[in-house]
């Protein structure tokens, strides 16, 4: 059973304009959480991460958003750049960091 | 910034045979390191967690004794595909678990390319 989903399997924005990729998690256990961003034939690279203790993480063009009531984390891109265009992944792990659970996947493509 | 390198990126074997991937943390000691499998437009598929110093723990549906998982130090885990099918053919990627204030962060090798003819 899928305990983080992705369910948009791909995205297209417009450059310059805001990317929002969603993730949702279904165990109330997990407190951290993660975006990577993988191009092919790549490992995934780690972009931004947040702790359950806050609702928000920044860095530079991404913010991470949480909402641990309705167990939905989402990632902003703005403004959105052709070089973003890659599969974004969202992953999740309880407090151990023993288990790293991934989404499927969000393809965005970032049309310039 | 942590880096998990992955040696070799690109391997091809002959059916049968066996081949080992590395996967090092570079500049970081990962107590716990990861190995998954990508198959075509698919996610990442976790095959195995490997703590250092004992045995590694295996997803539901992963042979063990065909992925053979060895994690002898804080730096290094191997992954040793035996008996190697032209089935096993695909991407394999390794992470490294490196802790922090608030979690782990997992940081991923850059693949290995496993070619089995």
């Not at chain 1, 203790?53 to 309705?70: H, P």
């Not at chain 1, 992944?89 to 288990?99: I, K, P, V």
Request: charged share 15%.
């Amino acid at each position: 059973d899928q305990q983080v989903k992705q369910n948009s399997p791909s995205l297209s924005v417009q450059e310059g304009r805001i990317s929002i990729l969603n993730c949702d998690y279904t165990n109330s256990m997990f407190d951290y959480f993660l975006w990577y961003k993988k191009y092919p034939a790549e490992g995934p690279t780690f972009l931004i991460s947040i702790s359950s203790i806050k609702d928000k993480n920044e860095d530079g063009r991404f913010t991470v958003f949480l909402n641990k009531s309705a167990k939905h984390l989402s990632l902003h891109i703005v403004p959105s750049q052709p070089g973003d265009s890659a599969v974004y992944f969202c992953a999740a792990s309880d407090f151990t960091g023993n288990q790293f659970y991934f989404g499927t996947g969000t393809s965005l493509t970032v049309i310039p | 910034g942590a880096v998990v390198s992955q040696h070799p990126s690109w391997v091809i074997c002959k059916s049968g045979t066996s081949v080992k991937i590395e996967c090092r943390s570079l500049d970081f000691q990962a107590t716990t390191m990861f190995w998954y499998r990508q198959f075509p437009k698919q996610s990442l598929m976790l095959m195995a967690t490997s703590n250092e110093g004992s045995k590694a723990t295996y997803e539901q549906g992963v042979e063990k004794d065909k992925f053979l998982i060895n994690h002898a130090s804080l730096t290094l885990s191997t992954l040793t595909v035996t008996s190697a099918h032209p089935e096993d053919s695909s991407f394999y990627i390794c992470s490294a678990s490196l802790t922090g204030v608030f979690g782990n962060t997992i940081y991923f090798g850059e693949g290995s390319w496993l070619t089995v003819v």
